[in-house]
Structure formats: C-alpha cells, structure tokens
C-alpha cells in the first residue's frame, strides 16, 4: 500500500511492467563492452504503484543519504519520467508519518516528493520501503560540507540560498514539519553550474538529524548519538542554516584536524559563531543575520519570523550570548583537565570507576563548590545523588550514579547511560536500531527500569513541552517490562517507542507491514507457500497488533496468552476475523484455509462426533468466500457449546445409570450361595402358579359334567 503517491494506487508491484520506460540518462551505467563472453545478470527492476520503475542496477551515489541509497527511477503516465528512489534500512525508521505533511508543500525550491510505501526489492527478495522523489536537483553545491567554505558573496547568498530556503522553512513550519537535514552537501544546484536558486534535498528517509554532521548540531544535540536526537524543532533547523551559510561564505575554517568531539568542545568554550568564522570578517546585514541563528542559546536565537523581519528590511536588537559556566580552576579526570562542567559531564562515562570514586569521595562536589561556584548545578548534583541512593545500591549502581551526575552538571544535554546516548525523545529510534542489529538489550530495560526521566524535566532551565506524554511514555515502558505475556516485554516497547515502526515478526521477515491491514495482506500471501507456519501469531505480531489498534486483538490476548492450544486458535480466529471485520476488507479464503487446517484442537472441544464431523463439512464450504467472520460463527456461538454440553449430560448420566445396573449385577454374581435362588425362587413361584391354575381348570370341568358347581 503507497503512503503517497501522485495517482493514489492501492499497492505496489514487483516485476518488469509491459510498458516498462526506458531508464533515466541520469543513471550510472557501465557502457565498456565486457571482456567475459556473457555479460553479468541484470537486476530485475522493480515497479512501483504500477507507474515507476526503479532501477536497482544504476544507482545515483550523489543522492545517497548515509546508509540510505538511491537508484535511478523513471515513470509514465502521472509520474513525471525523470525520477530517483531512496531505498529504506529496516534498523534506521523512515519518517513514514510525515510523508503526507511533506508531499502537500509545493515549493520549487524543495525535492518533490512523487510516492512513497513499500516496493518488492528484487536484489533481496522482499518488501522495502521507499521514498520516490522527482530528479530536477542536479549537483550539490559542496560534496565535503565538513571542511573548507566556498567563498561566495553575500548578496549571492542571499538570494541564491537565504531566500529559497527560508521560503521552504515557512512551509515546513506550516506543515509541523521539521527538516534535520540542512547542510551545504544537501543543497543542490538544478542542474546549473551557476545557479541562481538552491533546491533543498529530502529529508524522511531517515530519523531527524541522523546523517547530520555534529558542527551543523547545536552543542546539545551534537552531544547523542546520532540516532538518539529526537525530533528536533524549528529552532535546530535555523541553526543548521546558519551553520550552513557560514560554511557557503567563509574563506577559511578554523576547525580543520578537529575530531566531532573537538567541535563540540571548541563551540563549548568559543561559541559556535567564534568557532566557525573568527577568520573571516563579515559586515551590515548578513553579520547580523549570522549572529542571530548561531546563538547556541534556542531560546535567544533568532526565530522564523525574526528572519522574515531581518529580510523586510528591519534592524533587530541584538541579544547578548549566554555565558555558559565556567571553573576558576581545572577538574582531573581520566587525565585530562576540564573546567566546563558540559565537556565534563560528557565524558564521565568514559571511565565510570574514576568516576565514581570522585563522586563518593567528595572530590566532584568539592569543585563545584569552591572551583566553579554555581549554585544551580550544586542543588541538582545533591538531588541527583539522592536519587541515586534512593534506588539502592544493588546491580547496575555505579552507572546509574555517573549517569545522575551527568544529568546534574549538563542537564540540556542528552541522558548518558552506558552506551545510551540520547534526547528523552530519541529513545524510540534508538532502541530500534538496537533491536534490530541484535544488541544487547539488557542496557535498555536497565535504563527504562532507572526512570532517569524525572530528573532530567526537574533539571531543565526552561519548561519542557509535553511534560505528561514523556512521564506517561516511560511509565508505560515499565510496565510493558513488568508483564511477560504475549503483547507485552521488550516486543511492545519497540513498538509503543516507534510507531513508525514495521512489524519484525520472523513470520512477515519478507514484507513490509506498517498497519493491520498490511498484515492481512502478508498472511494471504503466506498462506499459498508450502512452508508456511502452523499459527498466524508471535509476540512480535501480537505486541505491533496492540500497539496499532488495541480493539483489534486486547479482547483476545486472555485467549493467547493460554496454554489451552483451542484458546489460542480461537483467539487469532477472533482477532483475525475483527481485522477484517472493522476495516471492511475484502475476502480472505487463504486465510480461511489456512485457519481451516488449525481448527482441529477447537472440534476436539465438542463430544458428539456427528456435530464435529458436520461443522467440519459446514467450514469447507465457507472457505471459498473468504469471510471469516461467517466461518468463525460456526464456533462463536454459546448456543452450540450448551446444547452439546447439555446432550453430553444427558449421555453421561445414561451411562452412570448403566453403569450402576452393571456393577450390582457384577455383585451378586460374586455372591455364590446366592447364585440361582432367586431364579429357582421365581420358577417355583411360576411353576406353582401354573399347577394352581390346572388344578382350578380341572376342578371347574369335573364339577361342570357332574352338574354340581353350583
């Protein structure tokens, strides 16, 4: 099923089409005639929503997107003929829900999004999915956005870059849609050597951020893991384009042999304006336009409608920067000195023994006192050691306790927790990336368990929006932790984390399935394979079911999580049958036949043979029409189970009263001196009833002939 598409069809193909286009003149191809006598096997192409192919044999490395790859496309009808698709990791979530925000923005100077959904990939034999974009953007500006600048003028800039972009941010805004993805490498040129407008690239085939280079991440943000920096704000994508106009118009770059860490501690010490452009001298408006989006502070840095101000015309106040704190003197740890509590916190995890013995020892809570003299950061170190003691000093202690500290000296940085590096917003597609790599998981139930949450919204300077959903999220986690059943543990939580996320049962290992419906589908196709499994349902399928419409399957999950194999039948019968039901789907007789062939612990279930043998009957025929509702009536009904347990009843007291009749002739005949009395008994009494009767007969005749009866 596309998510978005220009001709809105109801699902993707694999295969070559019968009027399959020629292939884009913008694809990679090898054109030298081959040394071998046979030429290599050409990959298959891949149709998408009927109307565009997608070539995986001429990929386009200019439109790569990190691990994400793109490959040449072309279309017909509709579809404009010069495309390319972005082909989907599984460990790495699309941004999936956002494709409708992002296909109604009409901005020349934004990639046109032509569909997205899942597509047969023929390379691997299975669903993946894909973004289709429209191949207008030409070349990027700059390949190596890390280093070096450009060199351009202002006023080129300005209308060239500040204008087009800053257009696009309006429509993102208004769509609730944030880019993460604004850098020199992403901005391309039309097609132009001299262009005079820049074309933003695309942005949903990956998590927010997640190929951003750290110098184009504020300091907070550059500190996670790339995969754990949440969903970001508007306030980050002007960031990034001040970043990135820095880069376009600076002649040198201060940063150069700087690792990622090294950035972030220079943009630490120096602030990122001085860190970035201390060698170039910019002057009038686009200094001040510079200052305004490179605050490292958001909530003093400019916001959209400052920079629609700035382009009318209009002169701005300007804001002076927040001084971040700063020690008199230096802290030892792991042998190096720190005198920002930022850097320090960052790196604490390094070494969580030295750490740790600093901690306890007084050595960490001496400096703070004496060194740096902030008495916020003081009262959130002693809460957080409170906290720490609170939760005991079992297992997992000395982590937790380094992790606090961290919380309390850089309380807008991420929540560092052994190899966790994330904005509380992250965690979904962190634990995803995770789960889906095969990590070891224990190091997240440790940190959902630790409830680092509440500390971290105590610990923020300014107020954290949507503080109850982020508690009532890691509240739910617990939970799901706490209850080891079938749609719960570890299953639920990385799809309650991720609703973005696919279902990863081993049992749809071949498709893409985003919705319910997207199952039905799988397990219709599943169930004309000769391998296919016994029963529909795993934890995997049972969790993603929950999390995605809970009508659908919590009703059921008393039956599934049974050890009883008819309750668990019944129980995927049931949740099956609703699917389909509530979203009026059409018929299933795959489905059907497949739940056909399970049923037999369910006629186990009723006594009388005849009923088993005519249900069986009744649910072959309903197999063809594909409904399963009607076929799941025939065992639905309470009405069926009274009468056979009613019938069954009666049969059993019939057989206890034979079988009482039996056990009493069973006795007496053990009983030996009894044996034929009462026999002989009744055949005297027969025996002298009939001589009795002969001899009234016989009296009566001789008294008759002698006249004398009377």
């Known amino acids: 099923m596309s998510d978005t598409s220009v001709q809105n069809e109801p699902d993707a193909s694999s295969g070559r089409s019968p009027q399959t286009p020629s292939p884009p003149d913008n694809a990679v191809r090898d054109d030298k005639p081959s040394a071998q006598k046979s030429a290599p096997a050409r990959l298959e192409e891949c149709v998408f929503n009927d109307s565009i192919t997608v070539y995986p044999d001429q990929p386009l490395p200019q439109y790569n997107k990190g691990p994400v790859k793109a490959y040449a496309a072309a279309g017909r009808d509709k579809a404009p003929a010069k495309l390319f698709a972005l082909i989907c990791e599984d460990h790495l979530t699309p941004r999936t829900l956002k494709a409708p925000n992002y296909v109604s923005i009409l901005n020349p100077s934004l990639v046109r999004l032509v569909g997205s959904g899942k597509i047969d990939w023929a390379p691997q034999g299975r669903e993946r999915y894909c973004f289709i974009y429209e191949d ?103 960031y990034s384009f001040g970043v990135t106009l820095g880069v376009l118009m600076r002649h040198f ?35 001040e336009l510079l200052r305004g989006l490179l605050y490292d502070d958001p909530n003093q840095r400019w916001n959209l409608d400052d920079v629609l101000v700035w382009m009318d015309g209009r002169r701005l106040s300007p804001k002076q920067a ?73 297992a997992g202690y000395p982590e937790r306790l380094v992790t606090r500290t961290a919380i309390a000296l850089h309380p807008e ?108 589908y799988a397990f219709e196709k599943i169930s004309k394979l000769p391998s296919r499994p016994a029963l529909f349902f795993d934890r995997h399928i049972s969790a993603f079911l929950s999390t995605k419409d ?9 039956d599934l999580n049974a050890t009883e194999p008819y309750k668990r039948v019944m129980g995927e019968f049931k949740t099956l049958a609703t699917i389909q039901k509530r979203s009026q789907m059409e018929e299933f007789p795959g489905i059907c036949a497949w739940m056909y062939e399970n049923l037999e612990p369910v006629y186990e279930r009723f006594h009388d043979r005849k ?8 649910a072959e025929r309903l197999i063809s029409g594909g409904d399963l509702n009607k076929m799941l009536m025939l065992f639905d009904s309470p009405v069926i189970y009274q009468e056979d347990n009613i019938n069954f009843r009666k049969s059993m007291r019939y057989y206890y009263d034979l079988e009482r009749e039996l056990a009493t002739h069973e006795r007496s005949l053990r009983d030996e001196s009894s044996i034929g009395i009462e026999t002989g008994n009744n055949f005297a009494a027969l025996t002298s009833a009939l001589l009795a009767g002969i001899i009234i007969i016989a009296s009566i005749i001789m008294a008759t002939k002698s006249g004398s009866l009377f």
């Open 253 to 287: 770059d201060p940063l150069e042999g700087l690792s990622e860490d090294g950035v972030i501690e220079r943009k630490i010490e120096e602030g990122t304006y001085i860190s970035f452009l201390n060698r170039d001298r910019f002057s009038g408006a686009m200094l």
């Open 136 to 238: 207008n953007l030409g070349a990027p500006i700059m390949k190596d956005d890390t280093r070096g600048g450009l060199a351009l003028k202002p006023e080129y800039v300005l209308n060239a870059v500040v204008r087009p972009i800053v257009s696009v941010l309006q429509d993102l805004r208004d769509k609730d849609l944030v880019h993460g993805n604004i850098r020199p490498s992403n901005l391309f040129n039309g097609g132009r050597k001299n262009f005079d407008k820049v074309i933003l690239g695309e942005c949903l085939c990956l998590p927010v951020s997640y190929d951003q280079p750290a110098m184009y991440e504020s300091v907070e943000r550059a500190m996670c893991a790339p995969i754990g920096r949440g969903v970001g704000t508007l306030q980050d994508d002007l």
């Open 413 to 520: 940085g991420p929540i560092q927790y052994k190899s966790i590096s994330i904005h509380p917003d992250g965690i979904g597609k962190s634990f995803t990336e995770a789960f889906m790599q095969k990590r070891d998981l224990k190091t997240y139930t440790d940190f959902f368990n630790a409830y680092f949450i509440t500390q971290w919204i105590d610990a923020q300077s300014t107020a954290v929006s949507d503080v109850s959903g982020l508690v009532n999220k890691y509240d739910s986690l617990r939970a799901f932790l706490r209850q080891p059943t079938v749609g719960s543990g570890l299953e639920r939580c990385l799809y309650w984390l991720n609703p973005e996320m696919h279902c990863v049962s081993e049992k749809l290992a071949k498709f893409h399935v985003r919705s319910p419906e997207d199952m039905m």
């Open 550 to 558: 809970r009508k659908n399957i919590d009703p059921y999950l008393h």
């Open 611 to 618: 009923l088993r043998v005519e249900l069986k009957r009744k």
């Open 322 to 394: 927040a001084r971040r704190a700063k020690a008199n003197r230096p802290f030892i740890f792991n042998g190096e000195k720190y005198i920002r509590p930022e850097i320090l916190a960052h790196d604490l995890n390094k070494n969580i023994a030295e750490a740790k013995q600093h901690i306890e020892n007084g050595d960490l809570e001496q400096w703070l006192s004496r060194a740096l003299e902030d008495k916020v950061i003081s009262e959130q170190y002693h809460k957080a050691l409170a906290l720490t003691e609170e939760s005991g000093r079992g």
